[in-house]
Each structure stands twice: as structure tokens, then as C-alpha cells.
């Protein structure tokens, strides 16, 4: 008490310095009006048919305009926190002076001196400092402010952004938040208490300090009844009244809400992979979060819940059971890209250490042979036969630089053409297939990445056939979409359409296509998936109407897919475990889902396709049911969506590949001249043997034969002297090796 006590000349000195203020600011009255910042509101996510998701935001505030906050809560605010509102020109020395030697008496701080529109002007424009400067910049700014806007607005910007308490900014939220009713709704007792919490929001909390609450909500009745707001029966009334809260409830963005995951990644679009609300990230989050946003999505709800159940059925334990996998699923409308449908995995709000990690994104899993289709599309638009026969035998090997590739799993057949052997996913075949000198694995890398694959990094090397690459189930989706639009590729859409907080469309989605292959190249590949689901591994997939697809499986099971599509919808599922988990002797491994942990046996064709079948059932239980391929259209697909562009319309160019040229043998410099002669970059690789520099090269990678594209490194080797030794110690030649692509690799056919 003693040093609050000390310090009353010095709060009496404040309280005078800004009466001089007041003084000196009454000539600036012609001074332009103080720019008001916006409140910050929460944006609101819709699905395809605008319905409401979730909704975004940084802080719980509903603005709502005067006129819908009762006067009865107006009053007590005005009545405890700035009884001279209406009269004041934004300042009350004497109200500070008051409120210091109050203060000074009880040892503590009982009076605030600030009045409504100080704390607005504290709250909205300026920092906590409490410094005298920044005092009499508070009072500057208040008077200034009063100027300029009428008492209801400034009553009105105030009530909409004080801090209440609970998380919540403003009188609506807290209204909501405490009694479970909005603003123009609470009664008097309800709105004493809501006017007692603004002074300490913390210490006057009526969930965790209730008397706290009440003795302050008594005090603002009283000072209601003695400035005259309201009578004496309406006092004593309200006082006998106990207060009664509303069962708190989590916000709203940490209830539980339909797709999470889809949810997560219409933010990640909006905050990190387009400027629609701002050039820097920090712009675009402030936007997102605090600018009353109406964000429309692709999302059909009723689509996302029978994705969801489809899992459920074939899973009903999933979450409960360990020994139930997980699984994710996405689905594209062909023709526009619309992602309708995304189960990133299970209970997104539930305990476990990975519930919001998007099991259809992120870095991707490996596909196993639902890659296989990419590799028939690349031999297709290279001039490989549909007829043209591969061996398919049980095992095979190769050579390749680097080492020898080994492939197991012929899927019965000896041997088999481009149709066959992705019927019975043949490994070997397949194999063969990548191999081809006018296939490779450049031109499938180029080839994936025009259908569809461009969230991940693939490795190009021939192995990339059996799918040991990781890929995201939306881009494996956005393949198969692209065969099912008859080769035309679509990007994935999850933003439609935004509203900002005026109602003005700042955002509308516009239609982008471009042809990844030819329609008679893609028709082809779907003829033969077709023949997946009618006899082949993909049985189990069978959906009562014309549909195509494929099953994968990666090595050593870990890893499960079905993939297909019908003209409406193209559907990607994954079943795998998330984690490695311990095994008997408690070290971390990679799950095997045919381990003794997991006791359950899954290829692409079994779990994943039945999850696919019963969802595409269920999705398409009121559409049409139409053929895959449509003779009767023209060469080049239509669309009713606006026309994106005239590439469409062009043979998709081949000419940016080119032959490796067969360099063993020659001179360095003769090697260097051939490689560049063909459009390729020679790279020299050394090999430092003593006595044998100036001969030729003895290697090269990639090898002689080899389709790459243009301006690709060709590695070629040589012998060099070795440097002279350095000390007495006898020197052994080392020896380097060109670049590998690949070594031993195999993996189950399915």
C-alpha cells in the first residue's frame, strides 16, 4: 500500500499532463479521421452444395452490430466501466484522478481511469505499455477518435472487441460462450455479469472464481440502480438471482467437424500454395484467420461419409484393434478435377500420436504395381505393339549399371502382350516392358509426371515399375482420372470459390486441362483394366457396371492399393500401418501386413478393393451407368466445363528424347563429342590405375540403348594416373563406379 501510495502524485500527474492534452488537441479538429481496424471475424469452409464444415479463426468473435445488443447490456457496461460516456470528448481527467486516489486508499486497484473509448483505442490500436507517453498517446488518439465517429459506433467497436474472458472477444461470443445464447437474448442478471467480467476476465472468470463473479455483478446492479438504468425491483430481482452458466463447450474449430484431413488441406492450398489472399504467408494467415472469409470447396459431404463408411465396413475395428490396418481413400471427378472426397485416416480427433497426419498426402507411400498402367502408357505412345509379346517368365534378372536387377513373379503367363500381362500383373513381363529401349525408365518418369504424379520426387530407374516409389493416394487418384477423361489431365481442384466479409468474390476457380496422352493410348490402358476387375487380380472389385482399375501391392506387403475409375468417378484407396511398430523383441520395424503382428493378409485385391467397390457403389448408386469408352465420341473429349485451353487439341510432342550412343571404346574427347553430338551432357568419371592414362572408356551410364530425355548427363568412364604418393606409404589404386540405378530388387506381383 505504502509504495501505491508514493506513487499518487505521480497518477495525478498523469491525469493532469493529459487534461493539457485534451487542451492541446482541441485545435486539431480539422485533422483527417482516424483509420478503424477490422475486427477480426472467423472464416467459414463450405462443401459443394454450402453446406457449413468448420469454420477458421484466430480468436472466438462474432461481430454484431449495435442495435442487436440489448440496451440493458449497454447500460451496465457504461454504468461500472465509464458512467460519463455519453458526456466525455473521449477523456476524464477527473474520472482518472478518482480512480488514483481510490486506488491509493485500498492498497489496490479497485478503479480504472480509462475511459470507454481509451480502452477501445488501448485494445484495437495501441500496446499495453504503461508508460505516461504512451498515456497521452491513448488519450490523444481517444479524442481524435471522438471527432471523428458518432458515441453509438465507438459503443459499438468496443463491445464487439473487448476481451471477455474464456476465449472469447466481444459481448456475442461471451454471451455464447457463458450462457449458451447470443447477444440479444441475455437477461439482466446475465448482462450485470457480462459487464463485471470486462474489468478482470481472469479474476472474475464465473466458472473458475464464482464469487468472484457475483460480488462484481451485484456491484454493477448497484451502480445501474444509482445511476438509474434500471428500478429497484428490477435490482433486488436480479440480485436474488443465482447465476446459471451454459455446460462449456469446445470452440467450434475444436469440435469435431466433417473431413478434417480435406479440411487441413484447402488451409495448406490457401496459407502455402496460392496468393489469393496475400503474397506472404503471414498476409494470407491473417486473412484466412481473422478476415470473415467464406471459403466453398469441391467436398461433397454425402460422398466423404460413404467413404468413410466403405472403410468402416471393411474395418470395423480400425482404431481399436492393432491389428487393423489403416487406410486412406481420395476421389476425383474426371472432367473437372474436384476432389470430392478425402479419408486421410481415422478419428482425426481421437488420442493417437498421428490422428491429424494426412495419410492421403504427405510424402506418400509406396504404390507396388499400381504404377504398371503408366508403364503400358509409356510403351503405348513410344510405338510399343498392343500385340508385341514380353517374356513372363517366374523369375528374371538384368544387368544394369550398377549392378544386376532381379524381378520375381511372371503371373503364370511365359509370356503375354501389354494387356495380358497388367490383367495378371506380371512383374517380369512388365519388367521386360520398362527395358524395351523404346521405353526406359526416363520416358515413364516424364510420362508420370504428365498423367498426374507431381507431389513426389520419383526415382527413374527401370525398378520404378514395381512401385517402390512413394506416391500420394490424391496423385494415384488424379492418374486414374486422367485415364478415365480419355487422357486429358485435369489438376486436382479443392477451392471453388471466395467470399470475403463485403460479399465480393475475390476467388473463383477456373477450369485447366492439358492432354497427358492420346484418347486411343489412354483407351487402351483402360481396355486392359477393365480386364482387371473382370478376371483378373482386381476381381473382388466388381461394382455391377462397366469399371476399370488395378491392384498394388509393394514389397513385403507393407503397402496395399486399388485404384479405378468409372466415367463419374476415379477412386484411389490405400491400406497400410502408418507406423513401424515393435516386433517380438521390441525393436522397431517396418510392418509386414502379413506379420505375426498384424495377422492379416492384404494385396491390392483383397482389403483395398473391396474398400473401393463398396464406396463406388454407394457414390454411384443414383448416376447413370455408362460404358468406360464411348465409340461414339469424338477423338478429342469434351467437357462441360468452359474451355481451358487449345492444347488439348495437339499430338503430344515425343521428340524431347533421344538415344544413349554405345561410347566404349572411343577417346575421352571422342566420347565427349558423340555424347553431345546425341543432345546429352557428358560428365567424366575417372578412374585413377597407374600406367593406363590415355586410354579409352571403359563404361558408361546410362548405358548404350538407353532413351532419355535431351540434356541429360551421360557418365562416361576412363583411367587416369594416379596423383604421385605423398609419403612412404604404398599406395593402393582406387577405383570408382559409375552412378547406379539400380541393384537387387523384387516384389510381389500383385
Known amino acids: 500500500m505504502f509504495s501505491l501510495r508514493r506513487r499518487i502524485p505521480t497518477l495525478i500527474g498523469v491525469a493532469l499532463t493529459i487534461a493539457l492534452a485534451a487542451s492541446a488537441c ?5 485533422a483527417p479521421p482516424i483509420l478503424l481496424p477490422v475486427n477480426a471475424e472467423p472464416s467459414a469452409i463450405y462443401d459443394a452444395n454450402g453446406t457449413l464444415i468448420t469454420t477458421l479463426r484466430e480468436e472466438n468473435r462474432s461481430v454484431v452490430p449495435l442495435d442487436q445488443i440489448p440496451r440493458l447490456l449497454q447500460d451496465a457496461v457504461i454504468a461500472i466501466e465509464d458512467d460519463q460516456f455519453w458526456h466525455h470528448n473521449g477523456i476524464n481527467p477527473r474520472s482518472i484522478a478518482r480512480a488514483a486516489k481510490s486506488n491509493a486508499a485500498s492498497g489496490e486497484i479497485t478503479q480504472g481511469g480509462s475511459t470507454i473509448t481509451q480502452q477501445y483505442v488501448k485494445n484495437a490500436l ?4 504503461q508508460t505516461l507517453g504512451r498515456k497521452i498517446e491513448e488519450a490523444s488518439l ?4 471522438e471527432r471523428s465517429y458518432s458515441k453509438e459506433l465507438i459503443l459499438e467497436l468496443y463491445l464487439n472487441t473487448i476481451y471477455m474472458g474464456s476465449g472469447a472477444y466481444g459481448v456475442d461470443a461471451a454471451a455464447r460462450a457463458y450462457f449458451g445464447v447470443p447477444v ?17 476476465p481472469a479474476r472474475l472468470d464465473p466458472r473458475k472464481h464464482p464469487e468472484n463473479a457475483l460480488k462484481r455483478r451485484n456491484l454493477v446492479l448497484a451502480e445501474m440502480l444509482e445511476q438509474g438504468f434500471i428500478t429497484r425491483p428490477q435490482h433486488d430481482q436480479a440480485k436474488a438471482t443465482p447465476i446459471q452458466l451454459a455446460e462449456a463447450e469446445l470452440a467450434p474449430e475444436e469440435q469435431p467437424y466433417p473431413a478434417p484431413h480435406y479440411v487441413d488441406e484447402v488451409k495448406n492450398w490457401l496459407l502455402n500454395k496460392s496468393d489469393t489472399l496475400g503474397k506472404t504467408r503471414g498476409e494470407r494467415r491473417e486473412r484466412l484467420l481473422r478476415g470473415g472469409l467464406k471459403v466453398y470447396t469441391a467436398i461433397d459431404l454425402g460422398l466423404q461419409q460413404q467413404a468413410e463408411d466403405a472403410i468402416k465396413s471393411v474395418f470395423p475395428q480400425q482404431g481399436i484393434d492393432p491389428k487393423q490396418p489403416d487406410a486412406a481413400l481420395v476421389s476425383i471427378e474426371p472432367k473437372t478435377g474436384f476432389v470430392k472426397a478425402m479419408v486421410g485416416g481415422y478419428n482425426y480427433f481421437g488420442t493417437h500420436e498421428y490422428r491429424q ?9 509406396s504404390t507396388g504395381s499400381a504404377f504398371k498402367p503408366i508403364v503400358m502408357a509409356t510403351a503405348l505412345e513410344a510405338g510399343v505393339s498392343p500385340t508385341k509379346s514380353f517374356n513372363s517368365p517366374s523369375s528374371t534378372q538384368f544387368k544394369i549399371p550398377g549392378g544386376i536387377w532381379r524381378v520375381k513373379g511372371g503371373g503364370g503367363l511365359g509370356a503375354g502382350n501389354l494387356h495380358q500381362c497388367l490383367v495378371v500383373s506380371s512383374n517380369t513381363c512388365y519388367a521386360n516392358v520398362i527395358m524395351d529401349k523404346a521405353v526406359g525408365a526416363a520416358r515413364t518418369n516424364d510420362m508420370a509426371k504428365r498423367l498426374g504424379i507431381v507431389s513426389t520426387v520419383l526415382d527413374p530407374q527401370p525398378a520404378m515399375v514395381l512401385g517402390p516409389n512413394n506416391t500420394t493416394v490424391l496423385d494415384i487418384a488424379s492418374v486414374y482420372a486422367t485415364f478415365a477423361d480419355d487422357g486429358i489431365h485435369v489438376p486436382p481442384v479443392f477451392v471453388t470459390k471466395i467470399v470475403d466479409s463485403n460479399g465480393e468474390v475475390i476467388y473463383q476457380h477456373t477450369h485447366t486441362q492439358s492432354k497427358a496422352v492420346e484418347p486411343e493410348v489412354a483407351r487402351q490402358v483402360t481396355e486392359a483394366m477393365e480386364g482387371v476387375i473382370d478376371g483378373g487380380t482386381g476381381k473382388s472389385a466388381a461394382i455391377g457396371r462397366p469399371a476399370a482399375g488395378k491392384t498394388g501391392s509393394a514389397q513385403r506387403n507393407t503397402d496395399a492399393w486399388f485404384s479405378g475409375f468409372t466415367p463419374q468417378l476415379a477412386t484411389a484407396v490405400w491400406v497400410g500401418f502408418a507406423q513401424t511398430r515393435a516386433d517380438r523383441s521390441g525393436v522397431k520395424r517396418l510392418v509386414s501386413m502379413t506379420s505375426p503382428n498384424t495377422r492379416i493378409t492384404v494385396f491390392g485385391g483383397t482389403y483395398p478393393a473391396k474398400i473401393w467397390s463398396a464406396f463406388m457403389k454407394s457414390a454411384l448408386a443414383n448416376s447413370a451407368v455408362l460404358p468406360l469408352i464411348n465409340v461414339e465420341d469424338p477423338p478429342i473429349p469434351t467437357t462441360t466445363v468452359p474451355s481451358p485451353n487449345s492444347t488439348v487439341t ?4 515425343s521428340d524431347s528424347y533421344v538415344e544413349v550412343p554405345d561410347v566404349s571404346g572411343l577417346t575421352p574427347d571422342a566420347a565427349r563429342k558423340k555424347v553431345q553430338a546425341a543432345g546429352l551432357t557428358a560428365k567424366d568419371l575417372r578412374v585413377e590405375i597407374a600406367g593406363l592414362a590415355g586410354s579409352t572408356v571403359t563404361a558408361q551410364s546410362p548405358g548404350a540403348g538407353a532413351i532419355v530425355a535431351k540434356g541429360s548427363q551421360v557418365w562416361i568412364q576412363f583411367p587416369v594416373e594416379p596423383p604421385p604418393p605423398t609419403t612412404t606409404t604404398t599406395t593402393t589404386a582406387t577405383t570408382t563406379t559409375a552412378p547406379s540405378t539400380s541393384t537387387s530388387s523384387t516384389a510381389p506381383r500383385r
Request: no cysteine.
Open 357 to 365: 497426419a494426412n495419410l492421403a498426402m504427405g510424402t506418400g507411400r
Open 126 to 129: 495501441l500496446s499495453d505499455e
Open 26 to 30: 482541441s485545435s486539431a479538429r480539422e
Open 184 to 200: 440479444d437474448q441475455v437477461d439482466l442478471p446475465q448482462a450485470a455479469l457480462l459487464a463485471g467480467i470486462i474489468q478482470s
Open 650 to 653: 495437339d499430338k503430344v510432342q
Open 142 to 145: 481517444a479524442m481524435a477518435l
